[in-house]
Structure formats: C-alpha cells, structure tokens
C-alpha cells in the first residue's frame, strides 16, 4: 500500500515527501553506530522480501509491511532501511514510482520510528510477556498509521480522503492481525534470549 | 535466532511467488478495445474505474472493470487511445492502443455498417494472438527470484559500503 505509482500524488506533496525523507534518513544514518549497521541491512532486506507475500484482500492486493517491528528494532535507522528496500522494490519490481519514493518511505517510516518509541518507552523494566504484547500493539498501529498517512498523502494531492482511507485500513486489517502475531512472536523471542538486540 | 532464521527462509521461499502492482493489458478487437486489469502475479482488478483517451481530446470513455478485472468498448475513430485505470487506494496503471492496431475501416468519427472480409481477418488474427499477448506482458513482469536475491545482495552491499565509509572515517 505504500507503494504508491508515479503520477498519483501533486507537486507539492511529492517535495514535502522528499524533503521530511530526506530529514528522516540524515537522522539515521547520523545516530548509526557501525556496529549496528549490519542489523539495520537485515531488517532492510527482509522488508525488501517481505513486500513479495502477497495476500488477496477484497478488491485490493495486500502485502507484509514490518515497519512496526523494524521500527522497534532500530528506531531511526528504519528511515534508510526502508529507503533502500523501497528504491530497490521500485528499481527492480516497478512497487511504487521514484518520484514517490519521498512519500512512500515518510509513509513507512514515521510510523516505524513513532512505534520504536512508544515500544521503547512502555517496554523499559517490562515483563517478557508484556514486551510481545506492546510489540504486538505497536506493530499493528504501526501498519494503521501508514494506511491512514497513505490515504492523507491521497487526500492532499486533491483525491477523496475518506474513500481511501476505509479501502486502504479496511484492506489491512488482517495485515495489521498477521503483524501483531509476527511481532510479539519475534520481539517476544529476543527479549528473552537476546535483549540486547532490541536496544 | 533459529525460529528468526526459519521465518526469513519461509519468507524467502515465498518470495517468487506474486506482490502487488497494478497492471493493464488491452488490444483491439474488430471497432472494440478489450483489456484487463490485473495485480502483478494475476489476480483480478475488480470494479476498478478507469477511462478511454483519444488522441484529439475528445471527452473520455469511462467504465469500470468487472468481476474478471475485464473492460470492452467500442471506439469511434482511427487514433491513438491512452486507457488508463486508478483504484481508490492509489495504484495506477496504463496502457496506449496505437491507432495502426485499429482497424482501418475506421475512419475519423465514422462507423462503417459492415466490416470488409480482410478486417473479419485481422480481427480474428486479433481475437486469437490476444491471450499469447497478455501472457507475454504478465510473463514479463513477473517477480523473478534471481531479482530478489539482486535485491538482497544489493542491500547488504549498500549497507556495507556505508559501514566501510564510516569505518575509514573513524580511523583517519
């Protein structure tokens, strides 16, 4: 759903989109450790693979987003990780435009970064337990926000808000349940044998 | 680490399989466009709107595509025609019809009652090379797995140069 096509969006959306990425991505890069940067490329590539497992939804075509948990588990960095499985979705697949690719990365990873956050905040001192449930939660709002921020970036280039918004949230509903599962499973899992992962 | 790794395989088995892209396909049958719209990997685009072009800015043909993701409608005159879909939730996809493809016993804003024996032909020849047609378009823009694994490779690469800059970086 974040792949939206060139073509699509108006002028002025297209620049704030770049500009808010480009912004994003400096952050990033800015407080990536070396150390770390192995980590941010394999949740890029398995963001780049999850994108292929496609679901039928209704009148739409679904696919995994996994912000939420990349977001969890790199905070800022998600920025250049999902520009890059982005540039490459589109540069290879023909997923979304280039011109878009400002947007469509904003779209992804301002809700990853929020989720990181909020996971970062409630999970300090918590349970194992409670971790994969906030990271459940964070995961699934992750993938709703994204919705509705695509179905804003739709609305301020002149198209219906509402129409797009209950088609885009309406369609994900399930991918919103398949990534809370996924994500309290997998951030669940590092809690407990690996916590150091998630810092 | 080891049920992270089996996720990532199954994910990767997955990968050749179908994601999402809005695709058109249309061509000319005797005075009649007829297409589909489709997601990469072959399901149906249903109840899609979208609408038909001609090249002298005449007002545009729209329809909406049925269950099969299918369209047909007749068009008046010999020209270029630029079809084009857009669902609600963003994707787009686009699709030019050449005016040489249309028969030419279509003149300009003319019908003519009964087609000519060869253009029975060509229509024909028409109806019948369609499927090969959007076989060979959806064939090519299939997911590959060789481009996944470019995909991925690339990642790790870019990443890396990035570790390689910052590492020089820090020694200097």
Known sequence: ?199 | MRRLAAILVLLLWAAPSQAHKLKLFASVEGNDIVGSAYFVGGDKAAGVPGRIEGADGSPPLAFTTGPDGGFRLGVMARMDHTISVESEDGHAARFIIRAEDLPPSLPEGKLMAALPETSQIEAAIARQIRPLREQLDAYESRTRLHDVMGGIGMIFGLFGCWAWLQSRRRGS
């Open chain 1, 1 to 199: 759903m974040a792949h939206i096509p060139d073509g699509v969006l108006s002028g002025p959306v297209l620049v704030a989109g770049g500009i808010l990425a480009a912004v994003g991505v400096a952050r990033g890069l800015k407080e990536l450790e070396p150390e770390r940067i192995p980590k941010v490329a394999m949740l890029s590539a398995v963001m780049f693979v999850a994108s292929l497992i496609h679901l039928p939804a209704g009148p739409a075509s679904v696919h995994l987003l996994l912000n939420g948990m990349a977001g969890i588990m790199l905070g800022w960095a998600a920025f250049p990780a999902l520009l890059a499985a982005l540039l490459l979705q589109a540069v290879l697949f023909g997923f979304g435009g280039l011109l878009v690719l400002g947007v469509n990365t904003v779209n992804m990873a301002a809700p990853a970064v929020l989720a990181g956050l909020i996971f970062r905040r409630l999970a300090k001192d918590a349970s194992t337990r409670r971790i994969a449930m906030i990271a459940a939660l964070c995961s699934g709002g992750a993938v709703l926000l994204t919705g509705v921020m695509v179905a804003g970036s739709l609305a301020a280039s002149g198209r219906e808000f509402e129409a797009a918004a209950r088609l885009v949230v309406l369609s994900h509903l399930p991918v919103m349940g398949i990534e809370a599962v996924f994500a309290s499973a997998a951030i669940g899992l590092l809690a407990r044998v690996k916590p150091e992962a998630l810092a």
